[in-house]
């Protein structure tokens, strides 16, 4: 009985810590995507910086494509520092039937496919009417990016993004911009205003 009272109280002092920290907003994915839309090339206008990104300094691309097994084809690109492009194949999965809103991504060998942990939540948490830009989060608000059809966005679309993505919780401090217009040289790369 003394185990279970200090169990209860544990749960009732866990639960005060969380409301005086204040609840976080719910992330939440848009009501529809209509894939035919969604596929093909975007570029990474702003993320949040990440370990799988690191070496990119610019020219950063998604392409999306449908595969004969129903699943979509991810490819990643980016300029490095030392001008070549990197390239990260991988495949994406519908999470949620009803909205196509929510995906499940990996990049890890097709053999490990079977294994839970190598997918990641991808949710389409903003979309433009004309799909001209899309927002990419996940629930524990851990991967963050704007991605668009060109390759330059407008400040004030890229304002009001990050106004909608605060309300959900994102922190847009940590939101960095991504280089589209960098120029490659001899043994490196060249960023051009």
Not at 49 to 75: D, H
Request: glycine share 6%.
């Amino acid at each position: 009985m003394k185990h279970l009272f200090m169990g209860f109280l544990l749960v009732i002092a866990a639960t005060a810590a969380a409301f005086a920290q204040g609840v976080q907003p719910k992330v939440e994915a848009v009501p529809k995507v209509e894939l035919d839309r969604y596929l093909g090339k975007w570029y990474e206008i702003a993320k949040y910086p990440n370990k799988f990104q690191k070496q990119c300094v610019g020219n950063t691309t998604a392409t999306y494509s449908r595969k004969q097994n129903g699943r979509l084809e991810v490819l990643n690109e980016c300029l490095k520092s030392d001008g070549t492009m990197e390239a990260a194949k991988g495949e994406a999965k519908i999470a949620d039937k009803k909205t196509n809103s929510k995906l499940k991504v990996r990049f890890a060998p097709g053999y490990l496919s079977f294994l839970p942990f190598v997918w990641a939540n991808y949710w389409v948490i903003d979309l433009a009417p004309d799909y001209s830009y899309a927002v990419i989060g996940e629930p524990k608000r851990d991967y963050f990016w704007i991605l668009a059809r060109e390759p330059e966005m407008d400040d004030a679309t890229y304002q009001q993004i990050l106004r909608k993505a605060e309300a959900m919780g994102f922190n847009p401090g940590r939101v960095e911009r991504t280089p589209q217009k960098v120029l490659t040289i001899p043994g490196g790369v060249l960023n051009r205003p």
